[in-house]
């Protein structure tokens, strides 16, 4: 069973960093590409950041360019996404995502709150 | 970077009824890459749609898409209680995977 848990978000500064983290199991996590997907409290879905499967190449919203980076340890099946800078619109809930385009698996999210 | 609108922005139906929800692209999606996603309360998305108008594992065939190049449709024939939600379409052809602005399934 594929399984993606996010690390515990929180509530952050603003001009604050946070390191989320998503623990994959149930399928060979080196052979997916992975992404993070938000969503502000009462809003849509904003893709936010993707990388391959091998961790070379990575992509990001320009939300979010030059603040986040997106990076993934295949030994340890772990995703991560390093938030620098946040703002207070940076404030949702992120999810992982198995895939970085079409995405059949997600994480049950975790909520990043950013506020003084 | 390709902008998806969606229409209605709210949608109130009965149950029963036929639910038919627009995803308009502003340029070609090419190679049909549009999925369509169902999101309730508190829970993360579920993918129902992919290659624009093929289902997804264990999604009923209540659920159909249809449509190519910039203008798509998400129909439910016959909603049922448990349909009314959020629904978005996402194109997945390259970075950024851009997602429209959703559409509210209510009951009437």
């Known amino acids: 069973e594929v399984q993606l848990v996010e690390s515990v978000g929180g509530l952050v500064q603003p001009g604050g960093s946070l390191r989320l983290s998503c623990a994959a199991s149930g399928f060979t996590f080196s052979d997916y590409a992975m992404s993070w997907v938000r969503q502000a409290p009462g809003k849509g879905l904003e893709w936010v950041s993707g990388i391959s499967g091998n961790g070379q190449n990575t992509y990001y919203a320009d939300s979010v360019k030059g603040r986040f980076t997106i990076s993934r340890d295949n030994s340890k099946n772990t995703l991560f996404l390093q938030m620098n800078s946040l703002r207070a619109e940076d404030t949702a809930v992120y999810y992982c995502?198995?895939?970085?385009?079409?995405?059949?698996?997600w994480g049950q999210g975790t909520l990043v709150t950013v506020s003084s | 970077e390709i902008v998806l609108t969606q229409s209605p922005g709210t949608l109130s139906l009965s149950p029963g009824e036929r639910g038919t929800l627009s995803c308009r692209a502003s340029q070609s999606v090419s190679s049909n890459y549009l999925a369509w996603y169902q999101q309730k309360p508190g829970q993360a998305p579920r993918l129902l749609i992919y290659?624009?108008?093929r289902r997804a594992t264990g999604i009923p065939d209540r659920f159909s898409g249809s449509g190519s190049g910039t203008d798509f449709t998400l129909t439910i024939s016959r909603l049922e209680p448990e349909d009314f939600a959020l629904y978005f379409c996402?194109?997945?052809?390259?970075?950024?995977?851009?997602f429209g602005q959703g559409t509210k399934l209510e009951i009437k």
């Open positions: 995502a198995r895939n970085s385009g079409l995405v059949a698996y």
């Open positions: 290659g624009a108008s």
């Open positions: 996402q194109q997945y052809v390259s970075p950024p995977n851009t």
